[in-house]
T-cell receptor
Framework: AQSVAQPEDQVNVAEGNPLTVKCTYS??????LFWYVQYPNRGLQFLLK??????LVKGSYGFEAEFNKSQTSFHLKKPSALVSDSALYFC?????????????FGDGTTLTVKP | SQTIHQWPATLVQPVGSPLSLECTVE??????LYWYRQAAGRGLQLLFY??????ISSEVPQNLSASRPQDRQFILSSKKLLLSDSGFYLC????????????FGPGTRLTVL
């Protein structure tokens, strides 16, 4: 079985400050990890993924995430937050050999960046 | 790159009426396709997935069904809607192990009254 936890329902940061959205996972074997962003009444947009290789992954819009195997975490980060980053963020995981590529998504974290 | 279309964008239906939501994918072939439901703007619940034409797997027992009549077409249906079927329905496509990423359509907002 695979699972994802996003321990914070809400993250508030001031514009220009660094932001972190937390994600921990549980999976058998090597994980594939993903971050998505969702704006109101829109579909999910892919931000970045970790499959293998460098633990620090860079993605769209200046976001990055660090894979930490020992802590089973994949936290999303950005050095300087923008008001336009305010949205709902989802972490997802799947094992490398999951049937049909099914991913398990976290419950989401609402990021609010205040001017 | 692939593009995922969903329609309609919004739908208001009475309880007991039928439902048909359509998802089509452009720019790729033989994708894995998925239907999710998102309630109250939070987590995603996987409803159905398909690895090929006519191949449908259901993740949860429910009032809905899915079909895949063509390689890049995925349909979500119901014979009689329930109030609890209200939600935001998302279609996603995954195009093989080399990309190994699910991409999502814009979603359909369904309100059952």
């Amino acid at each position: 079985a695979q699972s994802v936890a996003q321990p914070e329902d809400q993250v508030n940061v001031a514009e220009g400050n660094p932001l972190t959205v937390k994600c921990t996972y549980s999976v058998s074997g090597n994980p594939y990890l993903f971050w998505y962003v969702q704006y109101p009444n829109r579909g999910l947009q892919f931000l970045l993924k970790y499959i293998t290789g460098d633990n620090l992954v860079k993605g769209s819009y200046g976001f990055e995430a660090e894979f930490n195997k020992s802590q089973t975490s994949f936290h999303l980060k950005k050095p300087s937050a923008l008001v336009s980053d305010s949205a709902l963020y989802f972490c997802a995981v799947r094992a490398f050999n999951t049937n049909a590529g099914k991913s398990t998504f976290g419950d989401g974290t609402t990021l609010t960046v205040k001017p | 790159s692939q593009t995922i279309h969903q329609w309609p964008a919004t739908l208001v239906q009475p309880v007991g009426s039928p439902l048909s939501l359509e998802c089509t994918v452009e720019g790729t072939s033989n994708p894995n396709l998925y239907w999710y439901r998102q309630a109250a703007g939070r987590g995603l619940q996987l409803l159905f997935y398909s690895v090929g034409i006519g191949q449908i797997s259901s993740e949860v027992p429910q009032n809905l069904s899915a079909s895949r009549p063509q390689d890049r077409q995925f349909i979500l249906s119901s014979k009689k809607l329930l109030l609890s079927d209200s939600g935001f329905y998302l279609c996603a496509a995954r195009t093989g192990p080399s990309t190994d990423t699910q991409y999502f359509g814009p979603g359909t907002r369904l309100t059952v009254l």
